[in-house]
Nanobody
Protein backbone atom coordinates (compact mmCIF):
# COMPACT_ATOMS: atom_id res chain seq x y z
CA UNK A 1 0.00 0.00 0.00
CA UNK A 2 1.39 3.37 -1.02
CA UNK A 3 2.00 5.79 1.81
CA UNK A 4 2.81 9.46 1.61
CA UNK A 5 3.69 10.98 4.97
CA UNK A 6 4.05 14.74 5.36
CA UNK A 7 6.02 16.45 8.11
CA UNK A 8 7.40 19.86 8.96
CA UNK A 9 4.24 21.84 9.54
CA UNK A 10 3.76 24.11 12.51
CA UNK A 11 3.17 27.63 13.74
CA UNK A 12 5.31 30.43 12.35
CA UNK A 13 5.15 34.21 12.34
CA UNK A 14 4.53 36.12 9.15
CA UNK A 15 7.77 36.51 7.23
CA UNK A 16 9.13 33.27 8.60
CA UNK A 17 10.04 30.01 6.87
CA UNK A 18 9.11 26.36 7.06
CA UNK A 19 10.27 23.30 5.15
CA UNK A 20 7.76 20.57 4.50
CA UNK A 21 8.81 17.04 3.68
CA UNK A 22 6.86 14.16 2.18
CA UNK A 23 8.27 10.67 2.41
CA UNK A 24 6.92 8.01 0.08
CA UNK A 25 6.92 4.27 0.67
CA UNK A 26 6.04 1.28 -1.53
CA UNK A 27 6.08 3.59 -4.51
CA UNK A 28 8.36 3.66 -7.53
CA UNK A 29 9.04 7.21 -6.52
CA UNK A 30 11.07 8.27 -9.53
CA UNK A 31 8.19 7.30 -11.83
CA UNK A 32 5.83 9.82 -10.28
CA UNK A 33 5.43 13.54 -10.50
CA UNK A 34 5.02 14.92 -6.99
CA UNK A 35 2.82 17.81 -5.97
CA UNK A 36 1.74 19.92 -3.03
CA UNK A 37 -1.81 21.11 -2.49
CA UNK A 38 -3.31 23.02 0.39
CA UNK A 39 -6.72 23.50 1.91
CA UNK A 40 -7.61 26.40 4.15
CA UNK A 41 -10.52 26.09 6.54
CA UNK A 42 -13.80 26.50 4.69
CA UNK A 43 -12.13 26.60 1.28
CA UNK A 44 -11.50 24.14 -1.53
CA UNK A 45 -8.24 22.31 -1.91
CA UNK A 46 -5.90 24.20 -4.23
CA UNK A 47 -2.72 23.49 -6.14
CA UNK A 48 0.50 24.90 -4.72
CA UNK A 49 3.50 23.37 -6.49
CA UNK A 50 4.55 20.44 -8.65
CA UNK A 51 7.75 18.77 -9.77
CA UNK A 52 8.20 16.19 -12.51
CA UNK A 53 9.85 12.79 -12.03
CA UNK A 54 13.40 14.01 -12.66
CA UNK A 55 13.12 17.36 -10.92
CA UNK A 56 13.80 19.13 -14.18
CA UNK A 57 10.42 20.81 -14.43
CA UNK A 58 8.40 22.63 -11.81
CA UNK A 59 5.18 24.59 -11.65
CA UNK A 60 3.82 26.94 -8.99
CA UNK A 61 0.65 28.70 -8.00
CA UNK A 62 1.12 32.36 -8.90
CA UNK A 63 0.78 33.61 -5.34
CA UNK A 64 3.69 31.47 -4.09
CA UNK A 65 6.13 32.04 -6.95
CA UNK A 66 9.38 33.46 -5.66
CA UNK A 67 8.55 32.41 -2.08
CA UNK A 68 8.13 28.62 -2.28
CA UNK A 69 10.48 26.07 -3.81
CA UNK A 70 9.65 22.45 -4.52
CA UNK A 71 12.43 19.89 -4.80
CA UNK A 72 12.87 16.15 -4.63
CA UNK A 73 15.46 13.55 -3.70
CA UNK A 74 14.72 10.34 -5.57
CA UNK A 75 17.36 8.45 -3.58
CA UNK A 76 15.44 9.24 -0.39
CA UNK A 77 11.93 8.94 -1.90
CA UNK A 78 11.21 12.39 -0.54
CA UNK A 79 9.78 15.63 -1.89
CA UNK A 80 10.22 18.97 -0.16
CA UNK A 81 8.49 22.32 -0.09
CA UNK A 82 10.62 25.18 1.16
CA UNK A 83 8.34 28.04 2.15
CA UNK A 84 9.82 31.48 2.76
CA UNK A 85 8.29 34.88 3.45
CA UNK A 86 5.18 33.20 4.76
CA UNK A 87 1.95 35.15 4.95
CA UNK A 88 -1.17 34.59 7.06
CA UNK A 89 -3.03 33.64 3.87
CA UNK A 90 -0.67 30.66 3.51
CA UNK A 91 -2.32 29.11 6.56
CA UNK A 92 -3.76 25.74 5.54
CA UNK A 93 -3.36 22.00 5.72
CA UNK A 94 -0.71 21.08 3.16
CA UNK A 95 -1.05 17.80 1.31
CA UNK A 96 1.50 15.85 -0.67
CA UNK A 97 0.27 14.00 -3.75
CA UNK A 98 1.67 11.74 -6.46
CA UNK A 99 0.64 11.25 -10.05
CA UNK A 100 1.88 8.85 -12.72
CA UNK A 101 1.02 11.43 -15.33
CA UNK A 102 2.64 14.71 -16.19
CA UNK A 103 2.48 17.45 -13.58
CA UNK A 104 -0.97 18.95 -13.22
CA UNK A 105 -2.83 21.55 -11.19
CA UNK A 106 -6.01 19.49 -10.87
CA UNK A 107 -6.41 17.49 -7.68
CA UNK A 108 -8.47 14.89 -9.59
CA UNK A 109 -5.36 13.94 -11.56
CA UNK A 110 -3.56 12.71 -8.44
CA UNK A 111 -3.21 8.99 -7.75
CA UNK A 112 -2.13 9.08 -4.12
CA UNK A 113 -2.46 11.51 -1.22
CA UNK A 114 -0.90 12.02 2.16
CA UNK A 115 -2.93 12.92 5.22
CA UNK A 116 -1.62 16.46 5.42
CA UNK A 117 0.34 18.69 7.75
CA UNK A 118 -0.98 21.93 9.24
CA UNK A 119 0.81 25.21 8.59
CA UNK A 120 -0.32 28.20 10.62
CA UNK A 121 1.09 31.65 9.92
CA UNK A 122 0.38 34.28 12.55
CA UNK A 123 0.29 37.98 11.76
Amino acid sequence: QVQLVESGGGLVQAGGSLRLSCAASTLTFSSYAMEWFRQAQGKEREFVAAINWSGGRTNYKDSVKGRFTISRDNAKNTVYLQMNSLKPEDTAVYYCAATRNTIATNSYAMDYWGKGTLVTVSS
